[in-house]
């Protein structure tokens, strides 16, 4: 029940991700102040990345375009130029096409949400990426997209779904998170108490103390880590009762390595 590979892949596109937006990690709170996306930083972050041979920066907004007003083919063309880049294995191609996405709300949310919608099979970098530019876009309107993406379970896409909401700083992102660790699904449940991990909070921090007493044990060993990941030290309380009644010596173990932090 060590680290999963699925887990560190998603981990690790999230800090490329971050990167490519000019972003950096997710700060340990539970509400945000603005889900508007931070532009400046952005087109920072794209100008940063203009060695890519997708040259997004030539293809500014037209004006302040909104989800119902027209497209111009200007906008259209370098929104499907974006979009197509998405499935793309390297980072000088996927990197900038993600940040304009991520600036660039107003044009790409709605197709950001159908391409997650859709779904895909497993290491789907396509649904992947547009996965987590929703999360880092931040719209309230898209939290049940992702919350329906995690639904669907498996545990490359769950992984995914579930760090989208993490870095999406609503109010309704974190309790679509806490709602999923009641799933019967155990990809979807290890998921989100990952991503709670990530989240931070006090919600998130007494939820993961709570499913320290999940029937399944991946659920309680994944509960420990994202506890660890989140400081453990307030949780010792939590974490040193569990020990004492824990029956998996791997749990414990994880537990004990919590202990000593």
Known sequence: MSSS?????VLAGLAALACACGRGPVPAREAAPSTAPATATLDAGLRDAASSTL???????????TDASPRSAQDQTALGDALARLSDEHREGWGPAVAWLVAHPALSRQAL????????????LEVDRAALALGEIGAVEDVATLARALARGGDVGASTFAQALAHHHSEEALAALVAATASPNIDVVQAAVTGLGTRGGATARSTLEALLDHADKRVRYSTVIALIDLGARPSRAAL????AIETDAEVRGAIRKALRR
Not at 113 to 124: P, Y
Not at 240 to 243: D, G
């Open 55 to 65: 040259d997004l920066a030539d293809a500014p907004m037209t004006g302040a375009t």
């Open 113 to 124: 949400a159908e391409i997650v919608d859709a779904g895909g099979t497993a290491w789907d």
């Open 240 to 243: 040193a009762r569990r020990k």
């Open 5 to 9: 590979p699925q887990r560190d892949f």
